[in-house]
């Protein structure tokens, strides 16, 4: 993408400044005029630099700022295995109900991610009763919390990870969650039922009883 250097450079500076802005909303917007600049054609110096500022962004007490910088930054580093959300990681579970529903739902999916790569050794501890590992303790409450949203995207990620924690008991409370929104006309209802029907197959007992509700009442309102 063409782009000028000088202008690029004016757009750099002005920004490092917005870090430290009083107000929240100026300060979201240079967040994602950060993301514009990142995929132009600039210097790896800049990348460098970018990278650096957005840390800082890391650390603000705001929800509201944190989610997106944390969920943009993890769109631009070279880190396949999150290393740099190894500090974040309990802030951002603690304050999970905290984020605006898209910002919830995004930190959810790199929750994902992180517990794929680093809780593949620990799942079969998770039986609803007794984790070793701290952090897999951290992330079954903020589950069980993260049920009583009303945001159902973040419901479903969250019943990704339930399945993947292999938790009978968790995974019982998202698919009670996800029933919720069956009898309501919703764009996301076909989301769910491919949610259910993915339960379904490791749990079938919990979500059999709801099949002929699902294919006779359900499909005329998909």
């Keep these: 993408m063409f782009h000028s250097p000088e202008i690029v450079h004016v757009l750099m500076t002005t920004l490092n400044k917005m870090v430290f802005e009083k107000n929240a909303f100026a300060r979201k917007v240079s967040i994602y005029t950060w ?46 295995k999150l290393e740099f959300f190894h500090r974040l990681y309990r802030k951002v579970c603690g304050e999970i109900l905290k984020f605006s529903p898209f910002d919830q739902a995004m930190l ?44 159902i995207p973040s419901i479903i990620i969250a019943s990704k990870i339930a399945l993947f924690l292999k938790d009978e008991a968790l995974v019982k409370r ?29 749990y079938p007992k919990l979500v059999s009883r709801y099949y002929k509700n699902f294919y006779i009442h359900q499909i005329e309102r998909l």
């Design 35 to 80: 993301y514009k600049i990142w995929q132009l054609d600039i210097e790896e110096e800049e990348r460098t630099q970018i990278l650096e500022t957005f840390r800082q962004y890391f650390f603000n007490d705001i929800p509201f700022i944190m989610g997106p910088a944390i969920y943009i930054y993890s769109l631009m580093a070279n880190d396949e």
């Design 174 to 202: 998202y698919t009670e969650a996800l029933l919720r929104y069956m009898n309501k006309t919703s764009d996301v209802k076909f989301n769910v039922l491919v949610m259910l029907e993915e339960i379904a197959q490791k």
């Design 108 to 151: 959810l999916e790199l929750i994902h991610k992180y517990a794929l790569i680093y809780f593949q050794g620990d799942k079969e501890k998770a039986n609803g009763k007794f984790f070793q590992n701290e952090d897999l303790k951290i992330l079954v409450k903020t589950l069980e919390r993260v049920t009583y949203t009303q945001n």
